[in-house]
């Protein structure tokens, strides 16, 4: 990062002064997942002047970026290439960066076929918040020993630390893709799915909705059409199917799109993650189920307590994505063993509690 140097001692000596004035800062990239975890407060932290590829090597599948640079650069970079980010990190919209995906380690429609961002975290270097520089993993995965730090990154919302650079592994893009559709209830659609998942198919991304279910298919083009043939179903147009994904992936689907209004009369948008072979989850409100079953989006007015009973009577448990008020808390609350390691972490990387306080938990 020799090349970065300037903007990096810039948000040293930021990280510095706040921790000499006890005073939260926010970390800001292009600041389109704002609305994801509590609400920020503080001084903003703008990483994206540490941008750019640090090197990329096609043949290896791995890539080092640095934390500014936008998500849509790295994935044209990589395209070039015939290669991609395979678990579809949503975007949202314009101006996204590739720290804030990792740290929000969100995944697309994908994610249960080829795995989530943590998965593909190789190594990173972080800001803590005692202006620290510190560097974990590595390009291989063989480099990770210990504690996989870099990892933990993932999906941390940035409580831990700045991130400045991380290494990832990519995949080569599908050489052949098709999608299939089925009317279908959802208890026959979560039925199907189950019994898919135990049958050599090249299922890449499912998703069931109002009454239709459609599904993914990807990889070698005998793969693919050996699943077609097996599955049966509707084809979709290539168009098509590509503008369904990418309404799922970048949640520009109309399901998505909760009006002002909507959310000030108390309804929300929330994630349920779910084994995949939980059974149907029943709320008011509208569904739609991706990941072969395991996540199940409610858009809902139940009061939260509803919503989390709900899904830990499924087996799992519920995050509150969108929302007017979110005084009931965004994550599932966790256990006292697990808080005490959140605690312990936040200690041991930010012991003065600057940076991003409350994003993940309010005793964070």
Not at 19 to 35: D, L, M, S, Y
Request: hydrophobic share 40%; aromatic share 6%.
């Amino acid at each position: 990062m020799d090349n970065q140097e300037p903007a990096l001692a810039r948000l040293i000596e930021q990280v510095d002064d706040a921790r000499a004035h006890r005073r939260p800062v926010e970390i800001r990239g292009g600041g389109t997942k704002v609305f994801y975890g509590g609400v920020p407060s503080g001084e903003p932290l703008d990483v994206r002047g540490l941008s750019g590829i640090s090197s990329y090597e096609p043949t290896e599948l791995v890539v080092t970026v640095r934390a500014g640079t936008p998500l849509a650069e790295l994935e044209d970079a990589l395209a070039e290439h015939g290669q991609c980010l395979p678990f579809e990190p949503p975007r949202f919209a314009a101006g996204g960066t590739v720290g804030g995906m990792v740290a929000a380690g969100l995944s697309g429609p994908s994610r249960a076929s080829v795995g989530s961002v943590r998965d593909h975290v190789l190594g990173a270097t972080l800001l803590n918040g005692k202006g620290e520089i510190l560097t974990f993993g590595g390009q291989v995965a063989k480099n990770v020993a210990g504690y996989d730090v870099s990892r933990l990154l993932a999906g941390s919302c940035g409580i831990l630390g700045v991130i400045c650079e991380v290494s990832l592994k990519v995949l080569p893009v599908n050489r052949s893709s098709a999608t299939l559709s089925f009317d279908c209830s959802e208890s026959d659609a979560l039925d199907r799915l189950k019994q898919w998942a135990s049958q050599p198919l090249a299922i890449n991304a499912s998703s069931w909705h109002e009454g239709r279910l459609h599904l993914r298919v990807a990889g070698a083009a005998a793969a693919v059409n050996a699943a077609c043939s097996r599955l049966g179903g509707t084809a979709l147009e290539p168009d098509a199917a590509a503008a369904w994904w990418l309404g799922l992936r970048d949640q520009t689907e109309d399901f998505f799109a909760i009006e002002e209004s909507s959310l000030h009369r108390g309804e929300c948008l929330w994630r349920l993650s779910v084994p995949g072979t939980a059974a149907a989850v029943t709320l008011p409100g509208r569904q739609l189920i991706e990941w072969n079953g395991a996540q199940r989006w409610w858009r809902t007015s139940a009061a939260p307590l509803v919503v989390r009973a709900a899904a830990a009577t499924a087996g799992g448990h519920a995050t509150l994505l969108r929302a007017a008020d979110k005084s009931a808390g965004v994550f599932t609350p966790v256990s006292d063993v697990l808080l005490r390691i959140h605690r312990g972490l936040k200690q041991a990387f930010d012991p003065q509690r600057i940076l991003n306080p409350g994003r993940l938990y309010a005793e964070l």
